[in-house]
């Protein structure tokens, strides 16, 4: 029986799931990872750098929320600083002067709303790295791996395919925030979670992913998504530049298309 949203977002939620670090150990090898935005400092919930995938270059950025209290907390629980969103550009501008493809894996509640955050810029950084990529001429992947919350999220999938693991979630706000705004009451999360349409099928209806990864059996979801990227980087690798943006472009603009009756 199909799990409902509500189940869904609380095993989106699960601190025994594979972090970002994970996965890149397993799809990746000769992994180097590259640190620092060159303007603060190195934000340690967004991790970067260079591997191979299947024997191919990539340039891989993912959220990190942790894997154990401490390291959660130095990680700031996977919610980034301006400083990571930062990073996560350089290395993507990095990626299209080496002709590179990236692969970002999302896993936040969202971008940190801190006073020092926003006195660094967050949301600056976040609209600048929108911007960017929707204009970076390599292709782009983004798997969503657990939570994909607000522009946290939105600042590292704006991509020419955004997947998701069949029990993730993504969605312009949390659950929690949407009941409080909506009703005043943060205990309708249940309810909030159903009408957000956050689940991956939703979202797969709807246009807004290309790809729902199966999590079962859990000793392969590692080396089908491996082998799932390798297939579409190389697709996508025959593209031109100027191709990729427009797929990217059209892919995001039919968002606001809708027909009557």
């Not at 996965?23 to 340690?44: M, N, P, S, V, Y």
């Not at 991790?47 to 891989?60: E, H």
């Not at 940190?112 to 970076?136: P, T």
């Not at 705004?181 to 205990?187: E, H, P, R, V």
Request: net charge neutral; proline share 5%; aromatic share 6%.
């Amino acid at each position: 029986m199909p799990m409902e949203a509500y189940e869904i977002l609380q095993t989106a939620r699960d601190t025994a799931r594979p972090s970002g670090k994970q996965f890149i150990r397993k799809l990746c090898t000769d992994f180097i990872e590259l640190r620092g935005d060159r303007r603060f400092g190195d934000d340690h919930a967004i991790i970067g750098g260079i591997g191979r995938l299947a024997g191919m270059p990539v340039t891989v950025i993912a959220q990190e929320r942790g894997e154990d209290l401490n390291d959660r907390a130095r990680r700031n629980f996977g919610s980034p600083h301006p400083e990571g969103y930062r990073k996560a550009l350089r290395l993507m501008k990095q990626a299209e002067k080496f002709r590179r493809p990236v692969l970002c894996l999302v896993d936040t509640s969202g971008a940190y709303s801190g006073i020092a955050a926003e006195e660094r810029g967050q949301g600056q950084a976040i609209a600048e790295n929108l911007m960017e990529m929707m204009v970076l001429k390599v292709p782009i992947i983004t798997v969503v791996l657990g939570e994909g919350g607000s522009g946290g999220a939105l600042a590292l999938a704006v991509a020419n395919q955004v997947w998701m693991l069949e029990n993730s979630v993504y969605s312009v706000i949390s659950p929690e925030g949407c009941a409080t705004i909506l009703w005043k009451n943060a205990a309708r999360v249940k309810e909030a979670s159903a009408a957000l349409h956050i689940t991956p099928e939703d979202l797969l209806a709807l246009g807004a992913v290309e790809k729902i990864i199966p999590e079962v059996p859990a000793g392969r979801v590692f080396d089908n998504l491996k082998a799932e990227l390798a297939k579409t980087f190389t697709a996508l690798k025959a593209l031109t530049p100027e191709e990729l943006c427009g797929q990217r472009y059209q892919r995001f603009r039919q968002y606001g298309v809708y027909a009557e009756g």
